[in-house]
């Protein structure tokens, strides 16, 4: 059976006192696209930059491809997305395209990869001149010049705009169609859910979630109801309520059941004054996981 | 030659700033003190020629090693260095190449303000001593190249092209490549020679002269070499692990 393309056994990785990555287990199978997705915090860059040997762990193995992340990256089986990475000034995109593509040993055909990533008119344009998206769309151009088999993208949209995002992902599902794993962190669920056939959820350096992206949405995917009701009244029992808090006279109820919480809080005459119906945040989404949890 | 090395040479060659502070001001220099004071009572002595024209040499060649080997410090701000580390470029060939480009980069001054000099400030060399001076202030280079390093791995964007400027500023100052040392009081005499400025210019005006660098002299850029050289090496360890948050 060939290596996983990433195999993290009990990662721990200190920044100074702040524990980022914590025991962390997490194996990804070849052709796997996987979201690794989690509030800002959770570890998910650290876990990246751990991938890609960026950093030393204080403990654990990371074993890309088989091999240590260094020399995975040195034989071109990696192409990555930072999320401090950057473009070197002086110089023309087509000279830095260049650059990389030649210390590949396989590198994409020059006119098929500015085709796929869009810097079709960038190539002779001076790095420093670049808008945020065409810089990205560079930075993407660089992460898959040598057509390697593990792309690790680390919060790869944050500055494109919607088509930009658009364009992107259809990529990243051809990509993956044809075979190439792909890891990328986001904070979007809406991300991890259209592009990833595995959801890790991450919080607190740990994994608190980890299955299919139906699995993981259904999980994350409840509503928040909130309205104005006086003390003492408890809402626990209504139908759909996973949780009910209060602050001041607003009451919040976690719901995985809008329609049925909605309908039972209707019969029994409850005043639904300044109603507010809301996805539940990612947060709120990580929070009731990692209560599931423990 | 290198994919990178073509890459890192052609964006130095592309900085005008560079070139023009680094080449064009010590030719200009070198002709303005030369052929200005020629005409003052008593004019420039063919000795007074060649010891201008060395010191803009070194002026010169000081200048592009720095500014040549500073850069570290620009793309590690830029996110260029650590997007580097994720292609199958190594790491030994980036330091390797900085080293190369700083070595080459040197070069052109030299060049220049030689030819400046013998064709514009009257300075008549033996062929070999040309060699001799062009070749032992090339090879003496190496210091300037191992501090340029040592600044652009230690310190941070802004602050090193502002060190830069200063350490070349006072290199060349009190180092007797804009006056001559022979002209400083005593004391000012005595901070020049713990300066390895000094002993760089030191060499080619032995050079200049037919003579072998003398040893003191030798003995100083090798010791300024090295305390360079491993402090950057020290540093560039020590930048891996911190450059992790940034």
Redesign the interface.
């Known amino acids: 059976m060939p290596p996983d393309a990433v195999a993290l056994t009990d990662l721990t990785v200190r920044h100074g006192d702040v524990l980022a990555v914590d025991g962390l287990d997490l194996h990804v199978r070849r052709g796997e696209t996987v979201a690794l997705l989690g509030p800002n915090g959770a570890g998910k860059s650290t876990t990246v930059s751990a991938v890609l040997g960026l950093l030393r762990p204080d403990a654990g193995t990371v074993r890309v491809l088989g091999r240590a992340p260094a020399d995975a990256v040195r034989a071109g089986c990696v192409g990555a997305m930072l999320q401090h990475g950057g473009l070197p000034g002086e110089a023309r995109v087509g000279e830095v395209l260049h650059l990389v593509r030649c210390s590949y040993p396989d590198p994409w055909p020059l006119e098929d990869l500015v085709a796929t990533t869009g810097i079709g008119g960038l190539l002779g344009r001076d790095v420093d001149a670049l808008s945020g998206g065409q810089r990205q769309r560079v930075l993407l151009a660089l992460a898959l010049a040598g057509q390697p088999p593990l792309l690790l993208l680390d919060e790869p949209t944050s500055a494109m705009d919607v088509e930009g995002r658009r364009a992107f992902w259809t990529t990243m599902r051809d990509l993956a169609a044809f075979g190439t794993t792909v890891v990328f962190a986001t904070h979007h669920l809406e991300e991890a859910d259209a592009v990833a056939d595995r959801v890790v959820v991450m919080a607190g350096g740990r994994v608190v979630a980890d299955g299919p992206s139906a699995a993981v949405r259904s999980a994350v995917a409840g509503r928040t109801v909130r309205f104005s009701a006086p003390d003492g009244a408890a809402f626990d029992r209504v139908p759909g309520v996973t949780g009910a808090t209060r602050l001041g006279g607003t009451v919040a109820l976690a719901t995985t059941d809008v329609e049925a919480t909605l309908r039972a809080l209707l019969a029994d005459g409850v005043a639904l004054t300044d109603l507010e119906v809301r996805g539940a945040s990612l947060e709120d989404a990580v929070l009731s996981l990692v209560g599931g949890v423990r | 030659m290198s994919?990178?090395f073509v890459?890192q040479l052609?964006?130095?060659a592309?900085?005008r700033q560079f070139l023009f502070f680094t080449v064009l001001l010590p030719a200009l220099f070198t002709v303005f003190f030369t052929q200005v004071f020629a005409g003052t009572p008593g004019g420039v002595s063919p000795e007074q020629a060649t010891a201008t024209m060395v010191a803009m040499m070194s002026y010169g060649a000081i200048g592009a090693a720095l500014g040549a080997t500073v850069r570290p410090s620009?793309?590690r701000a830029?996110?260029?260095l650590?997007?580097l580390?994720?292609?199958?470029?190594?790491q030994t060939s980036v330091v390797a190449v900085d080293v190369a480009v700083g070595m080459l980069l040197t070069l052109p001054p030299l060049a220049v303000v030689a030819l400046t000099g013998r064709f514009a400030g009257g300075v008549r060399l033996a062929p070999g001593e040309w060699a001799g001076l062009v070749g032992v202030l090339w090879l003496g280079s190496a210091v300037f190249v191992a501090l340029g390093l040592l600044l652009g791995w230690a310190l941070e964007e802004k602050a090193a092209g502002g060190a830069i400027g200063i350490v070349g500023t006072v290199l060349a100052a009190l180092g007797g490549l804009w006056v001559p040392v022979e002209l400083f009081p005593s004391g000012l005499r005595a901070v020049a020679h713990g300066l390895p400025s000094y002993w760089y210019a030191e060499t080619g005006r032995a050079a200049a002269g037919g003579a072998l660098p003398p040893a003191p002299a030798i003995a100083a850029l090798v010791g300024f070499a090295a305390v360079f050289g491993g402090l950057a090496v020290l540093v560039a360890r020590r930048r891996?692990?911190t450059a992790?948050?940034?």
Do not use: K
């Open positions: 994919p990178l890459f052609r964006r130095v592309r900085n620009f793309d830029s996110g260029w650590r997007q580390r994720v292609t199958p470029v190594p891996p692990l992790v948050a940034g």
